[in-house]
Protein backbone atom coordinates (compact mmCIF):
# COMPACT_ATOMS: atom_id res chain seq x y z
CA UNK A 1 0.00 0.00 0.00
CA UNK A 2 1.16 3.50 -0.46
CA UNK A 3 0.27 6.01 1.57
CA UNK A 4 0.15 9.89 0.80
CA UNK A 5 -0.34 12.46 3.48
CA UNK A 6 -1.66 15.92 3.01
CA UNK A 7 -3.25 18.64 5.01
CA UNK A 8 -0.03 20.54 6.78
CA UNK A 9 0.53 24.35 7.00
CA UNK A 10 1.73 27.39 8.37
CA UNK A 11 -1.37 28.48 11.21
CA UNK A 12 -0.69 30.35 14.45
CA UNK A 13 -1.62 29.02 18.11
CA UNK A 14 -5.39 28.11 18.28
CA UNK A 15 -6.05 27.70 15.22
CA UNK A 16 -7.34 23.92 13.54
CA UNK A 17 -5.86 21.99 10.83
CA UNK A 18 -7.07 18.59 9.24
CA UNK A 19 -4.46 16.57 7.79
CA UNK A 20 -5.34 13.43 5.79
CA UNK A 21 -3.61 9.81 4.92
CA UNK A 22 -4.44 8.48 1.69
CA UNK A 23 -4.30 5.17 0.53
CA UNK A 24 -3.82 3.53 -3.03
CA UNK A 25 -3.10 0.58 -4.37
CA UNK A 26 -5.29 -1.87 -1.66
CA UNK A 27 -7.80 -0.56 0.60
CA UNK A 28 -6.89 -0.18 4.28
CA UNK A 29 -9.91 -0.60 6.11
CA UNK A 30 -8.33 -3.28 8.16
CA UNK A 31 -4.58 -1.80 9.01
CA UNK A 32 -4.01 -0.15 11.93
CA UNK A 33 -3.16 3.46 11.16
CA UNK A 34 -1.10 5.55 12.98
CA UNK A 35 0.09 9.34 13.26
CA UNK A 36 3.97 10.60 13.83
CA UNK A 37 5.81 13.35 14.23
CA UNK A 38 9.49 14.23 14.47
CA UNK A 39 11.27 17.30 14.53
CA UNK A 40 14.81 17.69 14.19
CA UNK A 41 15.51 18.00 17.86
CA UNK A 42 13.21 14.94 19.13
CA UNK A 43 12.90 11.09 18.26
CA UNK A 44 9.67 10.22 16.20
CA UNK A 45 6.56 10.88 18.66
CA UNK A 46 3.44 8.93 18.55
CA UNK A 47 0.58 10.80 18.31
CA UNK A 48 -2.50 9.19 17.42
CA UNK A 49 -3.58 5.57 16.08
CA UNK A 50 -6.88 3.86 15.25
CA UNK A 51 -6.48 -0.01 15.48
CA UNK A 52 -7.19 -2.38 12.82
CA UNK A 53 -11.17 -2.40 11.70
CA UNK A 54 -12.07 -2.37 15.55
CA UNK A 55 -11.94 1.30 15.05
CA UNK A 56 -10.62 2.13 19.00
CA UNK A 57 -8.48 5.44 18.79
CA UNK A 58 -5.58 5.88 21.17
CA UNK A 59 -3.89 9.34 21.39
CA UNK A 60 -0.21 10.66 22.90
CA UNK A 61 -1.13 12.09 26.26
CA UNK A 62 0.29 16.07 24.83
CA UNK A 63 -2.99 15.90 22.28
CA UNK A 64 -5.91 14.33 24.05
CA UNK A 65 -8.75 16.37 23.92
CA UNK A 66 -7.32 18.12 20.91
CA UNK A 67 -6.71 15.65 18.07
CA UNK A 68 -9.01 13.54 16.76
CA UNK A 69 -8.28 10.18 14.37
CA UNK A 70 -10.93 9.07 12.35
CA UNK A 71 -11.27 6.62 9.61
CA UNK A 72 -13.29 7.40 5.84
CA UNK A 73 -13.41 3.83 4.77
CA UNK A 74 -15.69 4.99 1.54
CA UNK A 75 -12.74 6.71 0.62
CA UNK A 76 -9.65 4.53 1.80
CA UNK A 77 -8.43 7.72 3.85
CA UNK A 78 -7.65 8.13 7.88
CA UNK A 79 -7.81 11.91 8.80
CA UNK A 80 -6.07 13.63 11.70
CA UNK A 81 -8.01 16.10 13.02
CA UNK A 82 -6.29 19.03 15.16
CA UNK A 83 -7.77 21.31 17.21
CA UNK A 84 -6.19 23.95 19.64
CA UNK A 85 -2.85 24.04 17.86
CA UNK A 86 0.12 25.15 19.92
CA UNK A 87 3.46 25.85 19.04
CA UNK A 88 4.48 22.82 20.47
CA UNK A 89 2.95 20.54 17.98
CA UNK A 90 5.12 22.26 14.96
CA UNK A 91 6.83 18.78 13.53
CA UNK A 92 6.46 17.06 10.31
CA UNK A 93 4.02 14.33 10.20
CA UNK A 94 3.83 11.08 9.10
CA UNK A 95 1.13 8.68 8.31
CA UNK A 96 1.85 4.97 9.09
CA UNK A 97 -0.05 1.58 8.40
CA UNK A 98 0.64 -2.19 9.34
CA UNK A 99 -1.92 -4.98 8.97
CA UNK A 100 -0.51 -7.23 11.49
CA UNK A 101 0.57 -4.84 14.51
CA UNK A 102 -0.61 -5.92 18.05
CA UNK A 103 -1.93 -3.51 20.31
CA UNK A 104 1.04 -3.25 22.56
CA UNK A 105 3.50 -2.12 19.44
CA UNK A 106 0.81 0.57 18.39
CA UNK A 107 3.02 3.29 19.70
CA UNK A 108 6.41 2.13 18.13
CA UNK A 109 7.24 3.32 14.59
CA UNK A 110 9.58 0.35 14.07
CA UNK A 111 6.42 -1.80 14.00
CA UNK A 112 4.40 -0.17 10.87
CA UNK A 113 6.29 -1.31 7.48
CA UNK A 114 4.09 1.52 5.53
CA UNK A 115 4.78 5.31 5.69
CA UNK A 116 3.96 8.24 3.73
CA UNK A 117 6.06 10.79 3.29
CA UNK A 118 5.87 13.63 5.78
CA UNK A 119 3.68 16.91 5.85
CA UNK A 120 5.19 19.90 7.52
CA UNK A 121 2.83 21.47 10.57
CA UNK A 122 4.13 24.92 11.62
CA UNK A 123 2.21 26.66 14.41
CA UNK A 124 3.46 30.40 15.47
CA UNK A 125 3.13 31.73 18.31
Known amino acids: VQLQASGGGLVQAGDSLRLSCAASGRTFSGDSVAWFRQTPAKEREFVAG????????YYADSVRGRFTISRVSAENTVNLQMNSLRPEDTAAYYC???????????????????WGQGTQVTVSS
Open 50 to 57: IFRSYGRT
Open 96 to 114: VASRNIILSSLRQPSAYPY
